[in-house]
């Protein structure tokens, strides 16, 4: 009966402290019902696990900092993008560049955005994963979309410009 109990609160004490260590997605305060956005979160880590370390997020918003890939020691980096639902279906399109992965001084990675998220769903995510540059620096991630409720039609650009440092 004692060993059932320690493996009962064993148990207990493993979901309570996994729990809280999971990502929680973020949402900007204020913002009003069915309003097309989208939120991200920015991990690091190495080639077998890039999203081992929490680097920042876009709600409670905090520096992003990286550290800068050696030629023996490469850093790899996971984007996390979340397209949020709006109650209709929404399909966001454009682009987002990532600066700070790894690339010549003057290329940046761009991924093009073409994702819908249904009227069911409240979310959709990406995930974009390379090596962060050997180049410290100031970099940014750019947003470049367009939001689009398609049973109206009725369109909302999304511009944001997120700034990260490589030291």
């Known amino acids: 009966m ?3 109990k320690a493996v009962v609160a064993y ?3 493993a979901a309570v402290g996994s729990s809280a260590c999971a990502r929680r997605i973020p949402e900007p305060a204020g913002l009003a019902p069915g309003t097309p956005h989208v939120s991200w979160i920015i991990m690091r880590g190495d080639r077998d696990n890039p999203d081992r370390d929490f680097v920042c ?3 409670r918003r905090n520096d992003c900092v990286l550290p800068a ?3 023996n020691a490469p850093v790899f980096s996971d984007v996390n993008i979340y397209y949020h639902g709006t109650g209709v279906e929404t399909k966001y399109t454009g682009s987002i560049q990532i ?7 003057d290329e940046t ?3 093009q955005v073409d994702r819908t998220v249904p009227k069911t769903e409240s979310i959709v995510n990406q995930s974009i994963t390379d090596d962060v540059t050997v180049t410290p620096g100031n970099y940014a991630i750019t947003f470049a979309l367009v939001a689009t ?3 109206t039609g009725k369109t909302q650009p999304i511009r944001e410009q997120v700034p990260v440092v490589v030291k």
């Open 11 to 13: 148990a207990t004490v």
């Open 2 to 4: 004692q060993t059932m």
């Open 149 to 151: 409720l398609t049973d």
């Open 99 to 105: 600066g700070f992965f790894q690339g010549s001084a």
């Open 69 to 71: 890939s050696r030629p």
């Open 109 to 111: 990675h761009t991924v």
């Open 57 to 59: 997020q876009s709600d």
